[in-house]
Structures are given as C-alpha cells and as structure tokens.
T-cell receptor, first 116, second 113 residues
Framework: GAVVSQHPSWVICKSGTSVKIECRSLDFQATTMFWYRQFPKQSLMLMATSNEGSKATYEQGVEKDKFLINHASLTLSTLTVTSAHPEDSSFYIC????????????FGPGTRLLVL | TQLLEQSPQFLSIQEGENLTVYCNSSSVFSSLQWYRQEPGEGPVLLVTVVTGGEVKKLKRLTFQFGDARKDSSLHITAAQPGDTGLYLCAGDAMGGNTGKLIFGQGTTLQVKP
C-alpha cells in the first residue's frame, strides 16, 4: 500500500513556541491531505482539509490562525501549531489521498506533541 | 454532519472467544471503513465496505455493511492476543466521498492469553 510519513514522530516544546509537523506522501501524489487530532483514549477528530495549491478548509471549532496548514506540493503538507499551549498537547495524524479515482486514504504514523 | 456510534467501547476477552463490534448511524453512508490502531501509531485500514448487505472476510475478521448502509459490524472469530488494539469505524462526514472522515468512538479490545 501507499506510504505516508510524518516528521517528527514526537516533539516536546515550551509553552508559547511554534511547532511544525510535516506530512509526506512517499510514493504517490496527494492532491488532498487531511489533518486529525487524537486526545488520549479518544477517537480521531478531523481538523482540516488541505488541497495542493489552495487554502486549507478548517472544521468548526478549529482556529485557522493557530493551526497553520500549508500544502505547497503534491507530496508535502505542513501543520504549524503556533504559540502552543499545554492544551494543544495531542497526537496529530495526517492522511493523504490521490486524485479522482484514488479514493483510499492512507494515514501517517502520527506525531506526538507535548507542550510544557 | 453524519455521526457514528460505535459499541462496545471496551472489550476484554480470553483468547479463543468470539466478539462483535458495532458501528451504527441514523444516516446513510456511501461506504464505511474499519481501521485498527496500535498505541502511538496511525490507523491502518482493514477494509472498506461499499454495497449494502456486503460481507467481507479478512482471515478471522468478518465485516458486514447493513442493507440500508447505515450500520456495519466487525466480527472476530477465535480472538488471539495479537488482535489486541483499538478498532475504529469511519465514514465520510458528508455521506459521499469528500474524504473528510468521521470516526466512531473506537473499541479498545484486549485479548488475554
């Protein structure tokens, strides 16, 4: 199956700093990438959808100015958590899928963020 | 927006037992997916069911899509410790194929040797 990678796999940062998480599709072109957040013992919640070359669309309740998403190429999307606070500590997971006819989504391994 | 209710949320059984996990909704889905997630990892797709009434088998796992495409079930026969993990059902949030997935609450399965 297709491979999606995330970097870093885990990060610890101080409150107030910004953290960038990368999501890469390694063997296919991802026209659409999705960002999810998962709190401990909970399910995945969709945060935003990013399409290559256009602005991301955010789900209700997700602050677009806090979670900056860039999808500059068909193989890379980045999520930047700006001015991170302890409540932003979570497991961030991206997924990617190709264009028309390629409906299967492939998930990355996730990035564990801990804000102190 | 569609909603998915998954049950049970926790299940602890002995090796060799059978179990069924349910995923229900009042809305129609074009398809439903089942994932398995290990701690600290992303979810891995097990199966996608598309046709109402469809039954798919993956070794000891049997997946069924309801006739009305509003519900699905996962049945595991003779569970093994290696089946331990978080099982998630998911469907398109808008009922179609936008790719925006909503997930059920998840079922944490523990199989004791």
């Amino acid at each position: 199956g297709a491979v999606v990678s995330q970097h870093p796999s885990w990060v610890i940062c101080k409150s107030g700093t910004s953290v960038k998480i990368e999501c890469r599709s390694l063997d296919f072109q991802a026209t659409t990438m999705f960002w999810y957040r998962q709190f401990p013992k909970q399910s995945l919640m969709l945060m935003a959808t990013s399409n290559e070359g256009s602005k991301a669309t955010y789900e209700q309740g997700v602050e677009k100015d806090k979670f900056l998403i860039n999808h500059a190429s068909l193989t890379l999307s980045t999520l930047t958590v700006t001015s991170a606070h302890p409540e932003d500590s979570s497991f961030y997971i991206c997924s990617a899928r190709g264009g028309r006819g390629q409906e299967t989504q492939y998930f990355g391994p996730g990035t564990r963020l801990l804000v102190l | 927006t569609q909603l998915l209710e998954q049950s049970p949320q926790f299940l602890s059984i002995q090796e060799g037992e059978n179990l069924t996990v349910y995923c229900n909704s009042s809305s129609v889905f074009s398809s439903l997916q089942w994932y398995r997630q290990e701690p600290g990892e992303g979810p891995v797709l097990l199966v996608t069911v598309v046709t109402g009434g469809e039954v798919k088998k993956l070794k000891r796992l049997t997946f069924q899509f309801g006739d009305a495409r509003k519900d699905s079930s996962l049945h595991i026969t003779a569970a093994q410790p290696g089946d331990t993990g978080l099982y998630l059902c998911a469907g398109d949030a808008m009922g179609g194929n936008t790719g925006k997935l909503i997930f059920g609450q998840g079922t944490t399965l523990q199989v004791k040797p």
